[in-house]
Nanobody, 124 residues
Framework: QVQLVESGGGLVQAGGSLRLSCAASVRTFSTYVMGWFRQAPGKEREFVAGIGRTGAPTSYADSVKGRFIISRDNAKNTVYLQMNSLEPEDAAVYSC?????????????????WGQGTQDTVSS
């Protein structure tokens, strides 16, 4: 089990940017595929982005492709989500997750460890 703690959420105007961080407390961080998910009020949790063990490959939901960038720093046990050109529809609780294996998975049940989440609010 990997302990994950997100930070960087907050309130931003539409068109603005936020950078989320997720710190993992595990010695073998580089052996985990990492992902970001989000859940808006009244909606199911959905995949946002995923990244392989070494920083590649990456995968994005169509709704964020071209606007969001996922990256990781294995020396710091941290994965990031740079969110640009934010829209009101991006407002949600964002959670990071860790998965064993090599493939970047896009489904919830592919991930075994989850963070508590961080709230992002986008005002129009």
């Amino acid at each position: 089990q990997v302990q994950l703690v997100e930070s960087g959420g907050g309130l931003v105007q539409a068109g603005g940017s936020l950078r989320l961080s997720c710190a993992a407390s595990v010695r073998t961080f580089s052996t985990y595929v990492m992902g970001w998910f989000r859940q808006a009020p009244g909606k199911e949790r959905e995949f946002v982005a995923g990244i392989g063990r070494t920083g590649a490959p990456t995968s994005y939901a169509d709704s964020v492709k071209g606007r969001f960038i996922i990256s990781r720093d294995n020396a710091k046990n941290t994965v990031y989500l740079q969110m640009n050109s934010l829209e009101p529809e991006d407002a949600a609780v964002y959670s990071c997750a860790a998965a064993c294996g090599w493939m970047v998975v896009t489904t919830l049940n592919g991930y075994g460890s989850w963070g508590q989440g961080t709230q992002d609010t986008v005002s129009s």
